[in-house]
Antibody, heavy 119, light 110 residues
Framework: QVQLVQSGAEVKKPGSSVKVSCKAS????????VNWVRQAPGQRLEWMGT????????NYAPEFQGRVTFTAVKSTSTAYMELYTLKSEDTAVYYC????????????WGQGTLVTVSS | QSALTQPASVSGSPGQSITISCTGT?????????VSWYQQHPGKVPKLIIY???KWPSGVSSRFSGSKSGNTASLTISGLQAEDEADYYC??????????FGTGTKVTVL
């Protein structure tokens, strides 16, 4: 059973960038996609996009297009989300979540990474 | 992509049934039978409780059930229990190989 383990909390200055990792533990990237979802304090879940690691293909939500990059390293079964030009509104918990090809739901989720943007 | 619309809060007494609606458009809920529901307790990771509109993941109570009509999906919690008090989010697959989440509903057990 694959689990997703994310990197630790980050504190960043406005205008900088952050890179969050998500490692597949207990398995490897086979036929599943890694989705990134964020949740600002007290707010709803927000889908940021998807990467299919074995192909390297990505699909970004329009709201994040041009400001985020998803990558993956197959040899270490680790996916990455890099968000640029950070603003205070980007303060949120960032989750990675797995969806299996042909199935349209997210399970399991990583434990979440809190990114705080503050001057 | 606009968020799916859910009621901000729903409440019920122990043992009662409650229903949470999730309204989208013909580009998401109305066009795909790929609606999922997630339960999130404060400070915790979202947990999948329903997928493909009506299906249960292994280990999830059958007190949770899902349905869909047109552009609106619904989650019903039967035999409400104190542990059901949490936030609930719907999510739909959408045009452009995208996903969209709902606005979220806070369930309170009176």
């Amino acid at each position: 059973q694959v689990q997703l383990v994310q990197s630790g909390a980050e504190v960043k200055k406005p205008g900088s960038s952050v890179k969050v990792s998500c490692k597949a533990s207990g398995g490897t990237f086979t036929n599943f996609a890694v989705n990134w979802v964020r949740q600002a304090p007290g707010q709803r879940l927000e889908w940021m996009g998807t990467i299919i690691p074995i192909f390297g293909t990505t699909n970004y939500a329009p709201e994040f297009q041009g400001r985020v990059t998803f990558t993956a390293v197959k040899s270490t079964s680790t996916a990455y989300m890099e968000l640029y030009t950070l603003k205070s509104e980007d303060t949120a918990v960032y989750y990675c979540a797995k969806d299996v090809g042909g199935y349209y739901y997210f399970d399991p989720w990583g434990q979440g990474t809190l990114v705080t943007v503050s001057s | 992509q606009s968020a799916l619309t859910q009621p901000a809060s729903v409440s019920g007494s122990p043992g009662q049934s409650i229903t949470i609606s999730c309204t989208g458009t013909s580009s998401d809920v109305g066009n795909y039978d790929f609606v999922s529901w997630y339960q999130q307790h404060p400070g915790k990771v979202p947990k999948l409780i329903i997928y493909d509109v009506t299906k249960w993941p292994s280990g999830v109570s059958s007190r949770f059930s899902g349905s869909k009509s047109g552009n609106t999906a619904s989650l019903t919690i039967s035999g409400l229990q104190a542990e059901d008090e949490a936030d609930y989010y719907c999510c739909s697959y959408a045009d452009g190989s995208a996903y969209v989440f709902g606005t979220g509903t806070k369930v309170t057990v009176l």
